[in-house]
């Protein structure tokens, strides 16, 4: 990859693989470290990867990254986590509200399999290799994420 390709790579895609990273971080520093990390690796290795393969090759990296970042930094504490749960919520929510908890309910996987397939619209075939899955598993771990969300979703109190 040429340094113009790097460049409009960089036009091109920043702003899905933020929306990607940040949909599931839901941080936003967080989100633009993780992505400035994957552009950095792209950069170090752009001799080696191919101008055709570079979408994939950055999600793949940003996938990781995000990962990586998850297992270092678990924020969450126990008296947090237990304010959050102790408020009393409103009989209606806002759609989005709705649809970032359900997001939320899912585990890493799940969520990235959604996003990277409804969210950005990638094929299986594509998701697998992001995220270094079969197909078929793609395909099943995609069918029990929408399950949950599904589930989720039909509750009565959500219901217009």
Partial sequence: ??????????????????????????????????????????????EDV??????????????????????????VSLKEEFNETSKTEEPRHSLRKVLETALGRLNETQRSLVMLKDYEGYSYDEIGKIMGL??????????????QLKEYLVKIEYVV
């Fill in 134 to 147: 079969s197909e078929s598993q793609v395909k099943v771990y995609l069918h029990r994420a929408r399950l």
């Fill in 50 to 75: 191919l101008w055709e393969k570079s979408k994939s090759y950055l999600f793949t990296v940003a996938y990781r990254q995000m990962i990586d970042h998850i297992r270092k930094g678990k924020r």
């Fill in 1 to 46: 990859m040429t340094e113009k390709e790097y460049n409009e790579c960089v036009t091109h895609y920043a702003d899905n693989v933020f929306r990607f990273i940040f949909k599931n971080l839901r941080n936003e520093e967080d989100a633009r470290d993780v992505v400035q990390s994957a552009f950095e690796k792209l950069w170090r290795n752009r």
